[in-house]
């Protein structure tokens, strides 16, 4: 028998994932989250809006072993009866984090490549591209103690997504509800130099953010998610 191609490991929930990264908090405003957030139709028609994130983070342990991650959380969203967040764009390093994100939990994962700097003085360089082409760059400065952070903070955390079939097409038909936990400690981050192309990612170079945190010793676990109505 041959072996299963690497990029085909199947990975069920639940997982639990560990590493270091950014987050970054802000209110985005309906307009530019419609023009240019990637939303999908059935995310256009729940959009609500209130505070989203975007988190790019260096995952050094998963079920499917190391990769990073950046993606983009408009804000609220409601599907029926659920208010909920959603990922609107969504990059990761692997392709076994592609398709059983997609599987798994209907996450729209797309594969690029990242770089970390290591930290020097306080600073740290990202970068992200795809296909060879770099469509985000940004320089982190950390300051100030440490403090812990958690998903219990915001009490009801979770996202919905649409379905995929095969990790090609979602199903609009099927929402897949997650409630993921997430925890690690953090200190208060500046962030300079941001480029961004807006073909890739929506550009938030010009949205002042309510705060950008740099986060360590993160651990988050993904749970089995349960079907709901739209």
Known sequence: MLPTPRHQMNAPPPWTLTGYGLILVAHFPEAFVRRHGFLQPYQQVAYRGWLGTVMLVNYQTSNVGPYAELLFIPGLF???????????????????????????????????????????????????????????????????????????????????????????????????????????????????????????????SAIKPIIALSVENFSMQFPHPRQIRG
């Open 78 to 204: 409601r599907f029926g009866n659920t208010t909920s967040f959603s990922i609107a764009k969504i990059y990761v390093s692997t392709e076994e984090s592609v398709v059983n994100g997609r599987l798994n939990w209907g996450i729209p994962k797309e594969r690029a490549d990242f770089a970390f700097s290591e930290p020097a003085r306080g600073y740290q360089q990202i970068s992200v591209s795809r296909r060879g082409q770099p469509f985000l760059s940004v320089q982190a400065k950390t300051w100030g103690p440490r403090f812990p952070i958690s998903t219990a903070f915001v009490p009801g955390f979770r996202v919905v997504q649409a379905s995929f079939f095969e990790a090609s097409e979602p199903a609009v038909s099927g929402l897949l509800l997650t409630k993921p936990t997430a925890s690690g400690s953090a200190r208060l981050a500046s962030l300079t130099n941001v480029t961004i192309d807006s073909t890739f990612f929506p550009d938030l």
